[in-house]
């Protein structure tokens, strides 16, 4: 009994030395805790989904940091609920201006530079007195251009959800100049909250360098004015600081293209999209004085053997809207001359060239904003309306904007519907009846994405989108330049304008040449199913 009961002793001595020796090894460990982990990168672990926020969690506009466990105790499935950081929490952290920025970027500004007073001959030397006044349209006509100007990428977006990164949704420079990186921050998130641990967060691009403008006490860069850059710090406050002093420096030798920022802070990643591209210049044109008419519209058609209808056409012209210049692209087999109409500029084209090839001769000599376009059997009545339209297109910030024919039913507003695809077979394109919706303020016009052979344009938007030349569009052709212009401008029909369709049936060598039947349409058919990628085209 005796023997037993010291083997008893014996093996309870061993196990207390045992449990004490394990102790003492986890309390060092701990004790060490606060020493190593300033030395240590985060641990990675696995992203936190967001808690909900209710109104007793919330204070001074902040929502204030809580983590909860299910029920399954593991400890990873948790929420987080995220303490987005002030301003002013780090604008009196101090900062040491960096004298190599401001070298790099004196050098780059002297290279995008632009000093009005290194001009030979600067804009108020140029128009003397009136500089003022031309200075004033100018800023009008610039505000029209703007109002309808399609660059929906130019607004200026912050990314700010619940992950802990906040960021700019893109931004712009132009090819080797620099651009400030504004709207990178790092929330507040429990598990970097203490001072122990080391927070760190990495950058990257591809086709530039980012560089840091100044220094900020107790942060670490590493690979300053690379495309591989790394912020570190025990203070997120210190981390947020020396991110706004972050600059994208392009350095591609493309004058076109897009980089990509990444920047990951923790197990959270994202990307910031940076566009290299030029500024791209205004085209203004200026109102005049008086705003006439006149000076902002010219009217152009095309006409092929149809001369008697033609001078009624610019008869009316002349008769509603006097001094309006007229511009002809002709491409008949024998000319007739039309110099007794001061106002025309008849353009003489090698026979039978076609619509669209006319179309663009036409367009392109015209140098005023707008121009109206009707076809040659045309006139204009008391109904054809070109200041509403020149207004109409001045205030909505609309390219387009079609009329009716008079006494017609049919106004010719027809919709668009494009699903692109990504397999080899092609899209979808259909063609349907109707608009989209009335305008406000203008309750005879709607949007939609076809207008009749009626319609008033700007001219630098329909003159970037075009009228396609092939001679499958000779003949007969309209609702094809829509196409092209899906997604690139903005069309508005209008029904209190009207013109008179006249017609000419009569005309015998006219209707041989543009009648031609099925096969010209199943050529431009194949056309349109190769250059546009399609594999159906619906008309309903």
Same mark, same amino acid.
Request: charged share 25%.
């Given at each position: 009994?005796?023997?037993?009961?010291?083997?008893? $002793?014996?093996?309870?001595?061993?196990?207390?030395?045992?449990?004490?020796?394990? !102790?003492?090894?986890?309390?060092?460990?701990?004790?060490?805790?606060?020493?190593?982990?300033?030395?240590?990168?985060?641990?990675?672990?696995?992203?936190?989904?967001? =808690?909900?926020?209710?109104?007793?969690?919330?204070?001074?506009? %902040? /929502?204030?940091?809580?983590?909860?466990?299910?029920?399954?105790?593991?400890?990873?499935?948790?929420?987080?609920?995220?303490?987005?950081?002030?301003?002013?929490?780090?604008?009196?952290?101090?900062?040491?201006?960096?004298?190599?920025?401001?070298?790099?970027?004196?050098? $780059?500004?002297?290279? #995008?530079?632009?000093?009005?007073?290194?001009?030979?001959?600067?804009?108020? @030397? !140029?128009?003397?007195?009136?500089?003022?006044?031309?200075?004033?349209?100018? &800023?009008?006509?610039?505000?029209?251009? @703007?109002?309808?100007?399609?660059?929906?990428?130019?607004?200026?977006?912050?990314?700010?959800?619940?992950?802990? %990164?906040?960021?700019?949704?893109?931004?712009?420079?132009?090819?080797?100049?620099?651009?400030? *990186?504004?709207?990178?921050? +790092?929330?507040? *998130?429990?598990?970097? +909250?203490?001072?122990?641990?080391?927070?760190?967060?990495?950058?990257?691009? #591809?086709?530039?360098?980012l560089v840091f403008s100044a220094d900020v006490p107790d942060v670490t860069v590493i690979g300053d004015n690379s495309s591989d850059v790394? !912020?570190?710090?025990?203070?997120?406050?210190? @981390?947020?600081?020396?991110?706004?002093?972050?600059?994208?420096?392009?350095?591609?030798?493309?004058?076109?293209?897009?980089?990509?920022?990444?920047?990951?802070?923790?197990?959270?990643?994202?990307?910031?999209?940076?566009?290299? &591209?030029?500024?791209?210049?205004?085209?203004?044109?200026? #109102?005049?004085?008086?705003?006439?008419?006149?000076?902002? +519209?010219?009217?152009?058609?095309?006409?092929?053997?149809?001369?008697?209808?033609?001078?009624?056409?610019?008869?009316? +012209?002349?008769?509603?809207?006097?001094?309006?210049?007229?511009?002809?692209?002709?491409? /008949?087999?024998?000319?007739?001359?039309?110099?007794?109409?001061?106002?025309?500029?008849?353009?003489?084209?090698?026979?039978?060239?076609?619509?669209?090839?006319?179309?663009?001769?036409?367009?392109? &000599?015209?140098?005023?904003?707008?121009?109206?376009? %009707?076809?040659?059997?045309?006139?204009?009545?008391?109904?054809?309306?070109?200041k509403f339209m020149m207004n109409f297109l001045d205030k909505t910030g609309y390219h387009i904007v079609g009329g009716r024919l008079e006494?017609?039913?049919?106004?010719?507003?027809?919709?668009?519907?494009?699903?692109?695809?990504?397999?080899?077979?092609?899209? =979808?394109?259909?063609?349907?009846?109707?608009?989209?919706?009335? @305008?406000?303020?203008?309750?005879? =016009?709607?949007?939609?994405?076809?207008?009749?052979?009626?319609?008033?344009?700007?001219?630098?938007?329909?003159?970037?989108?075009?009228?396609?030349?092939?001679?499958?569009?000779?003949?007969?052709? #309209?609702?094809?330049?829509?196409?092209?212009?899906?997604?690139?401008?903005?069309?508005?029909?209008?029904?209190?304008?009207?013109?008179?369709?006249?017609?000419?049936?009569?005309?015998?060598?006219?209707?041989?040449?543009?009648?031609?039947?099925?096969?010209?349409?199943?050529?431009?058919?194949?056309?349109?199913?190769?250059?546009?990628?399609?594999?159906?085209?619906?008309?309903?």
């Open positions: 009994m005796s023997v037993l009961w010291r083997k008893m $002793v014996a093996g309870m001595s061993v196990l207390f030395v045992v449990n004490t020796l394990v !102790v003492f090894i986890y309390l060092w460990r701990d004790a060490r805790c606060t020493c190593s982990r300033r030395e240590q990168a985060p641990i990675s672990r696995p992203p936190l989904r967001p =808690c909900v926020l209710s109104s007793d969690q919330t204070e001074n506009g %902040l /929502s204030t940091i809580q983590r909860t466990q299910n029920s399954s105790r593991t400890p990873y499935d948790e929420c987080v609920m995220v303490r987005k950081l002030r301003q002013d929490e780090q604008d009196s952290i101090p900062f040491v201006p960096r004298g190599t920025f401001q070298q790099t970027l004196s050098h $780059v500004s002297a290279e #995008h530079s632009c000093n009005q007073n290194d001009a030979t001959q600067p804009a108020r @030397i !140029v128009f003397g007195s009136r500089w003022s006044e031309i200075r004033e349209r100018r &800023q009008v006509a610039k505000n029209r251009h @703007i109002n309808r100007s399609l660059h929906f990428q130019e607004s200026h977006q912050y990314i700010d959800s619940w992950s802990p %990164l906040s960021y700019p949704a893109s931004l712009r420079v132009s090819p080797g100049n620099i651009t400030k *990186l504004q709207g990178i921050r +790092v929330a507040w *998130l429990e598990e970097y +909250v203490s001072d122990s641990w080391l927070k760190e967060v990495r950058l990257s691009c #591809h086709l530039g360098s790394t !912020v570190t710090s025990l203070d997120i406050h210190h @981390i947020n600081r020396q991110l706004e002093f972050l600059y994208y420096h392009s350095l591609s030798e493309k004058t076109l293209a897009t980089d990509e920022v990444q920047v990951q802070f923790g197990s959270y990643k994202t990307t910031i999209t940076v566009r290299i &591209q030029h500024f791209p210049m205004f085209h203004l044109y200026d #109102h005049g004085e008086d705003n006439f008419v006149k000076d902002r +519209v010219t009217v152009i058609t095309k006409t092929y053997l149809r001369y008697s209808v033609l001078r009624k056409l610019i008869e009316s +012209v002349n008769q509603y809207f006097a001094g309006v210049k007229i511009i002809v692209a002709d491409d /008949s087999d024998k000319f007739e001359d039309l110099g007794d109409y001061k106002n025309v500029d008849h353009y003489k084209m090698p026979a039978q060239k076609g619509w669209f090839a006319g179309r663009n001769l036409a367009l392109s &000599q015209v140098t005023t904003e707008y121009f109206f376009w %009707l076809d040659d059997d045309m006139i204009f009545t008391e109904k054809t309306d070109l006494d017609s039913e049919l106004t010719f507003a027809q919709r668009y519907d494009y699903i692109p695809t990504n397999t080899d077979d092609g899209g =979808c394109l259909s063609r349907k009846e109707g608009s989209y919706k009335v @305008i406000p303020g203008y309750p005879t =016009c709607s949007s939609t994405d076809i207008v009749l052979n009626v319609f008033m344009g700007e001219t630098q938007t329909v003159r970037s989108v075009g009228f396609e030349p092939n001679p499958v569009y000779a003949r007969a052709a #309209h609702s094809e330049f829509f196409a092209d212009g899906l997604g690139k401008f903005r069309v508005a029909s209008c029904t209190n304008v009207e013109v008179k369709h006249l017609g000419d049936t009569s005309n015998r060598r006219y209707n041989k040449a543009r009648h031609t039947g099925g096969t010209l349409n199943y050529y431009k058919l194949k056309y349109i199913y190769f250059r546009n990628n399609l594999f159906n085209l619906l008309i309903k």
